[in-house]
């Protein structure tokens, strides 16, 4: 009935363009407490890839900046050492700055773990220090 009803309406000259109204169910939320004020993930459409898959360990994310907090407890599980591009040295601990482990924690805080928010994937992700210097940006990518 509400079929036929449409077709009707979309088939009268003075409308524009008719289409059911309906109700979708999302598979299920984050547990994660900040998930709610986490804007970008209706943008990107995070929900509906999650009912494909939440991410997968083998995936590494690198964050070219100043390191990430590598021990924040929404981090953590996911974090693998990383290099510092200007010092040639690895990068095995971090108390981080607000900038970049903000965007460690927009790509890959963990999932479902009650805590914080939720990243776009449960993926690993490694900090990559560089000072700013378009050679070291390059350093850092190969």
Do not use: K
Not at 53 to 82: C, E, K, W, Y
Not at 86 to 108: K, M, P, Y
């Amino acid at each position: 009935m509400e079929l036929q009803s449409m077709r009707t309406l979309a088939g009268r000259p003075d409308v524009e363009f008719a289409e059911l109204d309906c109700f979708e169910r999302r598979e299920s939320f984050p547990d994660d407490p900040l998930f709610t004020n986490q804007w970008h993930h209706q943008i990107l459409g995070s929900v509906q890839a999650w009912a494909f898959s939440q991410g997968q360990s083998f995936v590494r994310i690198a964050i070219v900046d100043t390191p990430f907090q590598m021990d924040h407890p929404d981090l953590a599980p996911h974090v693998v050492n990383g290099w510092d591009a200007d010092q040639n040295i690895a990068v095995t601990n971090s108390s981080g700055i607000a900038r970049s482990t903000l965007c460690a924690g927009l790509a890959a805080a963990v999932i479902n773990n009650n805590l914080g928010i939720a990243g776009m994937g449960n993926c690993t992700i490694l900090p990559i220090n560089i000072n700013g210097s378009i050679s070291e940006m390059y350093d850092a990518v190969i």
